[in-house]
């Protein structure tokens, strides 16, 4: 199959609500080539009329890494229809198997076009909220290699942010969960997230200016889950607790 092809059909799996088989099973896909495959199918969602919001860094915890058997950053973009508000009631019914995972937002205050070092990031950064990340593999089982789900761009599916506070640097030792119907079922460090959360803005930079992405002023970036990804089911709360920065939740129907 074609690049566009492929795109084509991860982009239909994910408008019709039907997996498709892994692609390694029959493709011989490098990461390169994964990435422009990750941008036809958003350039799909692009000419329906989505807007791209932001960014979202994935495997940037062990926890994550562990559950899904992939061992590399990854990246991927965040477009408007992504976007459900704070304690937004959704239907399970748009999504194959998803499933929840608590981050931490960080919106840019400028464009960016130079890799960042941590010392510096947080002058680019205007606020951070906390956040639930929504994924959903376009492939059967959610098994996928490195390269099946950067081509899947990451998972990708939805999002909710939090209230923006302004940056404190001190983020990298907070307690973090995730809590369905008021019972708490993941508990974790923000350390998780790459040591600091806000190493992953630094990753973002890294990656952007290689693969030479304008990031943007107002641009979200997802850090990546704290923990492992719970699945959903259907009348749901699913809220996420991030010490000093608040709560965010949202429902499912
Ligand atoms: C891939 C996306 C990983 C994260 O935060 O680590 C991710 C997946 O697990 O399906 O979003």
């Not at 061992?71 to 998803?98: C, F, R, Y």
Request: aromatic share 6%; with cysteine.
């Amino acid at each position: 199959m074609t690049q566009d092809e492929i795109a084509l059909k991860l982009d239909e799996a994910a408008r019709k609500c039907k997996p498709i088989a892994q692609l390694a099973a029959t493709e011989n896909i490098t990461l390169e080539e994964a990435y422009n495959i990750q941008r036809l199918s958003i350039n799909k969602r692009i000419e329906r009329g989505e807007k791209t919001t932001g960014f979202k860094l994935g495997f940037t915890s062990r926890a994550k890494m562990e559950q899904m058997g992939v061992h590399d950053l990854i990246w991927g973009i965040l477009t408007d229809k992504m976007h459900i508000a704070p304690e937004e009631e959704v239907s399970l019914n748009q999504w194959i198997h998803p499933r929840a995972e608590p981050e931490i937002a960080f919106r840019l205050n400028q464009d960016i076009t130079e890799a960042i070092g941590l010392s510096e990031i947080h002058n680019y950064i205007d606020k951070m909220a906390p956040a639930i990340e929504i994924i959903d593999s376009r492939y059967e089982n959610f098994k996928f290699s490195l390269e099946d789900v950067v081509a899947d761009n990451c998972s990708s599916t939805g999002y909710v942010i939090g209230n923006w506070i302004d940056v404190d640097t001190n983020i990298s030792e907070l307690n973090i969960s995730l809590h369905i119907d008021g019972k708490t079922v993941e508990t974790g460090k923000t350390s998780a997230i790459l040591d600091n959360p806000l190493q992953s803005v630094v990753e973002l930079t890294r990656l952007a200016q290689k693969a030479e992405v304008p990031l943007k002023k107002g641009d979200i970036v997802l850090a990546g889950a704290a923990t492992a990804a719970i699945y959903l089911k259907e009348n749901q709360h699913i809220e996420v607790q991030v010490e000093k920065m608040g709560n965010v939740a949202f429902r499912v129907k």
